[in-house]
């Protein structure tokens, strides 16, 4: 539900169905730094790929963090790798 309707909804895709889990931890005394992170599995129907990125000593105001990197990531082989999320591009 993370991709549906919570924080991580910028992984929403149409043609492919991600599973995840996120968190974060503020650092120091100030908080001005986060550790962020991301974990899960795709296609959400039949898992074949499973996923963990984590982001050390971010700016707290990058509130995206490690999930933006898994966006990235997944543009970039729906675009130029569908044959390894079993994704048309041109459908």
């Known amino acids: 539900m993370a991709v549906t309707i919570g924080l991580s909804r910028s992984l929403d895709f149409p043609e492919l169905k991600v599973a995840v889990k996120t968190g974060t931890a503020e650092l120091g005394v100030s908080k001005k730094y986060v550790n962020s992170w991301i974990t899960g599995f795709f ?18 105001d ?28 041109k459908a």
Do not use: C, H
């Open 62 to 89: 990058i509130s995206l963090g490690a999930s933006l990197v898994l966006r990235q990531t997944l543009e970039w082989m729906i675009a130029n790798a569908p044959e390894y999320l079993e994704v048309d591009p």
């Open 43 to 60: 296609p959400y129907e039949s898992p074949y790929y499973a996923f963990a990125i984590v982001m050390e000593k971010g700016r707290v």
